[in-house]
T-cell receptor, first 113, second 111 residues
Framework: ETGVTQSPTHLIKTRGQQVTLRCSSQSGHNTVSWYQQALGQGPQFIFQYYREEENGRGNFPPRFSGLQFPNYSSELNVNALELDDSALYLC????????????FGPGTRLLVL | GESVGLHLPTLSVQEGDNSIINCAYSNSASDYFIWYKQESGKGPQFIIDIRSNMDKRQGQRVTVLLNKTVKHLSLQIAATQPGDSAVYFCAERRGNNRLAFGKGNQVVVIP
């Protein structure tokens, strides 16, 4: 069984640029959630995708958007990058949306200069 | 407001001793809680979970206790090992199936 994978592992961008982060869910999991983890903080929920549809969103602006594909992999897109977007972006997958444990990938470390 | 928080920022424990990490939550409607372990440079790793209809749940060397009366959660690690050094997060599941995390508690195991 393959766990959650994310790419790239590290990324450096400048303010105003756009970035796309990718996540492959664990085998058999149809739900993907994205989190932002600032240094020294706990992860903060961005949004969740279930069967290619957004299924819940946290307190993040519209320049954070996402997609889920038929194979349940997912992308997180961030437009007009700001310095405060520098963080570890985590993807978590689960086999459903109702009280199922979420399993996290290793994350993508984004640095915005 | 809503918050999930940990009381102690850093816990230093001697190898072989037991560790206890505490967590307070504010949403009395939360019915599912999870403990995660995060090592440096890695994503959070699932340790153990508990539903609100339970008071205690045991895993391998770990026990989670839930006190709904005072909205308190704890993680006990038996015979702490150097590999247990990490940041530990408690999280609660909210209505739209998102996890709300606290800030984390650093555990340092002293050999």
């Amino acid at each position: 069984e393959t766990g959650v994978t994310q790419s790239p592992t590290h990324l450096i961008k400048t303010r105003g640029q756009q970035v796309t982060l990718r996540c492959s869910s664990q085998s058999g999991h149809n739900t993907v959630s994205w989190y932002q983890q600032a240094l020294g903080q706990g992860p903060q929920f961005i949004f969740q995708y279930y069967r290619e549809e957004e299924n819940g969103r946290g307190n993040f602006p519209p320049r954070f958007s996402g997609l889920q594909f038929p194979n349940y992999s997912s992308e997180l897109n961030v437009n007009a990058l700001e310095l405060d977007d520098s963080a570890l972006y985590l993807c978590a997958s689960s086999p459903g949306t109702r009280q199922e444990t979420q399993y996290f990938g290793p994350g993508t470390r984004l640095l915005v200069l | 407001g809503e918050s999930v928080g940990l009381h102690l920022p850093t816990l230093s424990v001697q190898e072989g001793d037991n560790s206890i990490i505490n967590c307070a939550y504010s949403n009395s409607a939360s019915d599912y809680f999870i403990w995660y372990k995060q090592e440096s440079g890695k994503g959070p790793q699932f340790i153990i979970d508990i539903r609100s209809n339970m008071d205690k749940r045991q895993g391998q060397r770990v026990t989670v206790l839930l006190n709904k009366t005072v909205k308190h959660l704890s993680l006990q690690i038996a015979a702490t090992q150097p590999g247990d050094s990490a940041v530990y997060f408690c999280a609660e599941r909210r209505g739209n199936n998102r996890l709300a995390f606290g800030k984390g508690n650093q555990v340092v195991v002293i050999p």
